[in-house]
């Protein structure tokens, strides 16, 4: 993967030309604008005598949307989700079944969208245009909500396409959606190690985001299946902000209930079948804490570029340009292994995105940034609010700023 997947400034300026988020432009009515980072997950909980009980512990955890379908496809469940939804200061993108005409679907103040389709391939595109528009004519401001093929689906028999760049251009330019979304699940063992391949796929969603002025989500791993083994907190925690380096504006579960199927025999999602709280529904209310008071100051920036170093390079070269001048280590300390992301601010000030790589281990890396430390603001994930840049390790030369495993920390300047 490239150390640098910098935008250049044509992309960019399209991309300001293009957002609805731009000030002073007014968003077109008939297409979804996206005003809060998306929290979500996939297999909703069941509708039964204790779904106010299971979208109470929703909220709990800090999530704000719920993808409906698994236990809410008729027109009847999705009326319901919606109102727990509403109850609970939820978001919804339900989904119906069985129904053709748009204008009859369900609506209401929760309702953020409708989901259309799952990993569809190149061939159903043009189906999947005729909906889109569709629904924007019968519910203009929702969201005709489709989640794309990860990049090692098989070309021919799952993308219809020549390889994973050329699938997500062509699904952009003939659906023209209003957010991009696809899943990812990397491997995380000690002889399989896929998260150079998340963060291409990422690349790819960053990418196409920016040059058509939307916002990209995606799906990550939070349960056994397969040939995954179990995520750990850091694993999922390594998921998520990998996923806020490159701008993702929504982060999704799989799964939230675990669901009934030959692939899931060990169970371990959020929430079990037996309606238990498993270890991830804790470590997810930590960290959806986190990314939500991240989330209004997330959905200001514009990303710029990603900067990936690794054990054998020099940081001072590879992130020559970026806000950060030069990362240097204690001789204790693993060698540097992070990815890096620099925005632009809504306001104008630039923002950038530290992150450790490793899974396993801290980082307390010394960083140098572009400007004096008095004009550096740290956003406190636990509060939202931007603070003084504190020394984590003050007997020591420079500024040290301790990163847990996976872990990143937004810094905003002049």
């Known amino acids: 993967m490239n150390k640098s997947v910098a935008i250049s400034t044509i992309c960019f300026l399209a991309a300001l030309c293009n957002s609805s988020l731009v000030l002073g432009e007014a968003p077109e009515t008939a297409r979804f604008v996206q005003d809060e980072f998306a929290i979500g997950f996939w297999v909703d909980p069941p509708l039964d005598a204790r779904a106010d009980e299971r979208y109470g512990e929703i909220a709990q955890a800090n999530f704000n949307l719920v993808i409906g379908g698994h236990h809410s496809g ?51 595109f043009p189906h999947l245009r005729d909906q889109v528009e569709a629904l924007r004519a019968a519910r203009p401001g929702r969201l005709g909500f489709i989640n794309l093929f990860p990049g090692y689906a098989s070309p021919g028999r799952q993308l219809g396409a020549e390889n994973y760049e050329a699938y997500v251009r062509q699904y952009v330019e003939t659906v023209d959606p209003d957010i991009l979304c696809m899943d990812h699940y990397p491997q995380f063992k000690p002889d399989r190690d896929g998260r150079d391949g998340y963060c291409a796929d990422l690349a790819v969603m960053r990418r196409h985001a920016l040059e058509r002025g939307i916002p990209f989500w995606n799906f990550f791993n939070a349960m056994p299946y397969g040939p995954h083994t179990d995520p750990t907190e850091s694993q999922m925690r390594w998921q998520i902000f990998a996923s806020l380096t490159y701008g993702a504006k929504g982060v999704l579960y799989f799964c939230y209930y675990t669901p009934v199927s ?16 498993t270890s991830k529904w804790y470590a997810a209310r930590r960290l959806n804490e986190q990314v939500k008071n991240l989330g209004p100051t997330l ?46 601010h809504a306001d104008g000030r630039r923002a950038v995105m530290l992150m450790n790589y490793r899974f396993a281990y801290s980082a307390w890396p010394t960083v140098e940034f572009d400007a004096p430390m008095e004009e550096v603001r740290f956003v406190d994930p636990w509060s939202g609010r931007e603070e003084p840049v504190i020394d984590e390790s003050p007997e020591m030369e420079g500024v040290q700023a301790a990163l847990q495993d996976g872990e990143g920390k937004l810094y905003l300047m002049p």
């Open 262 to 277: 030959h692939e899931f025999p060990k169970g371990g999602a959020l929430i079990t079948r037996d309606d238990r709280r």
């Open 74 to 124: 008729t027109p009847e469940a999705a009326v319901r989700q919606l109102r727990l939804c509403e109850a609970h200061g939820l978001n919804a993108i339900v989904t119906v079944r069985g129904v053709d005409d748009m204008n009859a679907l369900p609506d209401g103040i929760s309702c953020w969208g409708y989901g259309l389709r799952d990993e569809p391939g190149a061939a159903d």
């Open 299 to 344: 959905m200001q920036l514009t990303s710029t570029g990603v900067y990936r170093i690794t054990p054998d390079d020099d940081p001072a070269e590879v992130l020559k340009g970026t806000p950060i001048r030069n990362i240097t280590r204690d001789k204790a300390d693993p060698p540097h292994d992070y990815l890096v992301g620099v925005f632009e």
